[in-house]
């Protein structure tokens, strides 16, 4: 059980993400005790698998160490692998509680859970699980980083790799008819870290539309086509199989051109969407965080307009990617608007 100073208001949150860390840095800074909580031994979330980020190719750590240093405060404590699993209320204090069974007490409560990756396996016909060749975006990531090996010898000369994008999203199969939004920019990101890496390689992008919505997204799809020369293929892979030299074949249908296509690759990397990391369940005035079921949703906030970053709960806020697909500079500003609600919850200024 934590300890409470009555004159000094504690928030509890759940996440130690992008989302998490910055809003526990401006909490701590406005003199809000910080009760930070991650299932992880380590902080930073998903940001802690990236090798190099998009829009401008910055090594991800450099972030990381930025948010990692604003929470090293004495007002500030972070419960590592601690899984929260029940919150719920009584007489205007929350109350968490872990797996384990930790109770930890707060004045106000910020969920910042975030996202999981789509399970590639669902996806049979890009024989995930089955041929070594096929990886997810975010294996990539973790090769980029040196952590994991690449699945094939060559020494790079003639390689072909082929991206598919929206692997598990725009998809009524896996139930996920939402765009999970930044998996295109990062196939332009991947694509371009691939021909850095081996300049001679050939790379094709397999996209239903290219979304690129963000600032500078637009200008580096341009560049991956004139500057990298990557190949981008507007079609549906149909399957993928092994080919008689150990490689893999793939067949597509370029819907542009309107005729099939069938190529030879190396490597084929699917853009995993995202999923939530959590559902919210209501039971007996408590809320559950469960493993989200088969093709459930994202947390849905207060009023998509004006209450972004409440649940319906007073003192309940919500904030980052468990709303929905997002980048990490727009989960760091969602942070921010979060806190500034926290604190105007603590302040009588909100209900
Ligand atoms: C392959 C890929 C590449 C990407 N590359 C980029 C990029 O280059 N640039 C960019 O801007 N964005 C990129 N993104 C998006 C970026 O990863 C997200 O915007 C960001 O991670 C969201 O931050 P978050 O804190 O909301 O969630 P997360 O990063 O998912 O963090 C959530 C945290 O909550 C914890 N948690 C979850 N449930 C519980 C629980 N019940 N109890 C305790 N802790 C819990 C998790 O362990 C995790 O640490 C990429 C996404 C993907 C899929
Ligand atoms: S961002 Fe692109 S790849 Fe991802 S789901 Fe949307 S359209 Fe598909």
Same mark, same amino acid.
């Given at each position: 059980?934590?300890?409470?100073?009555? #004159?000094?208001?504690?928030?509890?949150?759940?996440?130690?993400?992008?989302? !998490?860390?910055?809003? *526990?840095? =401006?909490? %701590?800074? +406005?003199?809000?005790?910080?009760?930070?909580?991650?299932?992880?031994?380590?902080?930073?979330?998903?940001?802690?698998?990236?090798?190099?980020?998009?829009?401008?190719?910055?090594?991800?750590?450099?972030?990381?160490?930025?948010?990692?240093?604003?929470?090293?405060?004495?007002?500030?404590?972070?419960?590592?692998?601690?899984?929260?699993?029940?919150?719920?209320?009584?007489?205007?204090?929350?109350?968490?509680?872990?797996?384990?069974?930790?109770?930890?007490?707060?004045?106000?409560?910020?969920?910042?859970?975030?996202? #999981?990756?789509?399970?590639?396996?669902?996806?049979?016909?890009?024989?995930? !699980?089955?041929?070594? *060749?096929? =990886?997810? %975006?975010? +294996?990539?990531?973790?090769?980029?980083?040196?952590?994991?090996?690449?699945?094939?010898?060559?020494?790079?000369?003639?390689?072909?790799?082929?991206?598919?994008?929206?692997?598990?999203?725009?998809?009524?199969?896996?139930?996920?008819?939402?765009?999970?939004?930044?998996?295109?920019?990062?196939?332009?990101?991947?694509?371009?870290?691939?021909?850095?890496?081996?300049?001679?390689?050939?790379?094709?992008?397999?996209?239903?539309?290219?979304?690129?919505?963000?600032?500078?997204?637009?200008?580096?799809?341009?560049?991956?086509?004139?500057?990298?020369?990557?190949?981008?293929?507007?079609?549906?892979?149909?399957?993928?199989?092994?080919?008689?030299?150990?490689?893999?074949?793939?067949?597509?249908?370029?819907?542009?051109?309107?005729?099939?296509?069938?190529?030879?690759?190396?490597?084929?990397?699917?853009?995993?969407?995202?999923?939530?990391?959590?559902?919210?369940?209501?039971?007996?005035?408590?809320?559950?965080?469960?493993?989200?079921?088969?093709?459930?949703?994202?947390?849905?906030?207060?009023?998509?307009?004006?209450?972004?970053?409440?649940?319906?709960?007073?003192?309940?806020?919500?904030?980052?990617?468990?709303?929905?697909?997002?980048?990490?500079?727009?989960?760091?500003?969602?942070?921010?608007?979060?806190?500034?609600?926290?604190?105007?919850?603590?302040?009588?200024?909100?209900?």
């Amino acid at each position: 059980m934590s300890q409470k100073n009555n #004159n000094i208001k504690q928030v509890a949150i759940i996440g130690a993400g992008p989302a !998490g860390l910055q809003a *526990a840095t =401006v909490l %701590s800074q +406005n003199q809000v005790q910080v009760l930070l909580i991650d299932k992880q031994a380590k902080t930073g979330g998903h940001l802690e698998k990236w090798s190099h980020l998009f829009p401008d190719s910055r090594p991800s750590n450099e972030i990381l160490k930025v948010l990692q240093q604003g929470i090293q405060k004495e007002n500030i404590q972070f419960f590592k692998n601690k899984r929260v699993s029940k919150i719920s209320k009584s007489n205007g204090q929350w109350e968490l509680g872990t797996d384990d069974g930790l109770v930890i007490n707060s004045d106000a409560v910020v969920i910042a859970t975030g996202f #999981n990756t789509f399970d590639a396996h669902q996806k049979e016909e890009y024989g995930y !699980g089955i041929y070594p *060749a096929v =990886v997810t %975006s975010e +294996n990539l990531e973790s090769i980029f980083k040196g952590e994991t090996t690449w699945p094939f010898n060559s020494s790079g000369k003639d390689l072909r790799f082929g991206i598919v994008h929206c692997v598990g999203s725009r998809d009524a199969k896996c139930g996920n008819l939402y765009c999970s939004k930044v998996c295109c920019v990062t196939a332009v990101k991947q694509a371009i870290e691939l021909k850095k890496k081996f300049p001679g390689a050939t790379v094709y992008c397999f996209y239903m539309d290219m979304r690129m919505f963000g600032t500078g997204y637009e200008e580096l799809y341009q560049e991956a086509q004139t500057k990298y020369n990557i190949q981008f293929i507007r079609g549906r892979l149909s399957e993928a199989s092994p080919s008689q030299d150990n490689r893999l074949q793939v067949k597509a249908e370029d819907t542009l051109l309107g005729r099939p296509a069938k190529l030879t690759l190396d490597m084929l990397v699917l853009m995993v969407g995202m999923i939530p990391a959590v559902s919210l369940e209501m039971k007996n005035d408590a809320v559950y965080l469960n493993q989200p079921a088969y093709g459930s949703s994202f947390i849905t906030p207060d009023d998509v307009f004006l209450k972004m970053n409440h649940h319906q709960q007073a003192g309940l806020f919500i904030t980052g990617a468990c709303k929905g697909p997002a980048s990490i500079p727009e989960v760091l500003q969602d942070a921010k608007a979060t806190s500034i609600e926290v604190l105007n919850y603590f302040n009588n200024k909100i209900k």
